[in-house]
């Protein structure tokens, strides 16, 4: 039996809210947890950044946050979906 890693978010960035981060929705009956739009559209705003200039380090550190964040939320969206 292979053993469950569970993902673990060492800090969140300091500019995101604690409210609103993520949205819930219903699909098929079942919950599931994405980014909302506020945090959706900072990331599309740091990868078009990065596309045409390099981010500061405090910005590679927020993106590299919003991965482990997408880690995390795909992680608790697999394990509710395999109940």
Known sequence: MNALIIPKLNSLPVNVPVEGVVQIELEEGVLIFRASSWLQNRIEELLEKQ?????????????????????????????????
């Open 51 to 83: 596309q045409e200039t390099a981010l500061t380090p405090d910005e590679e550190k927020e993106l590299d946050c919003y991965e482990e964040i997408d880690d995390y939320l795909s992680f608790v969206n697999r394990t509710i979906r395999n109940l």
